[in-house]
């Protein structure tokens, strides 16, 4: 079993959700690539296993959902 809490796990597929939206009314050629990136991060961070390595990827996919945001119209 996974070293987050049910709680965690559906705040984090809320964070991937949102953040693939996000990613794909990016006002840029490089919206689709952005969205492979996220998958792509999301997957490897999948396995991570120790609270603080967990913490900082949600962190870090916060902060990117954040800029994001910014750059929508």
Known sequence: MSAITAM?????LG?????LRAGAKYPSRN???IVAEVKEEFRRDASLTEP???AAATKEA?????????FQT
């Open 8 to 12: 965690a796990r559906v705040h984090l």
């Open 15 to 19: 964070l991937y959700r949102r953040i």
């Open 31 to 33: 919206a689709g690539r």
């Open 52 to 54: 603080a390595a967990i």
């Open 62 to 70: 916060e902060d990117g959902l954040s800029q994001l945001l910014m």
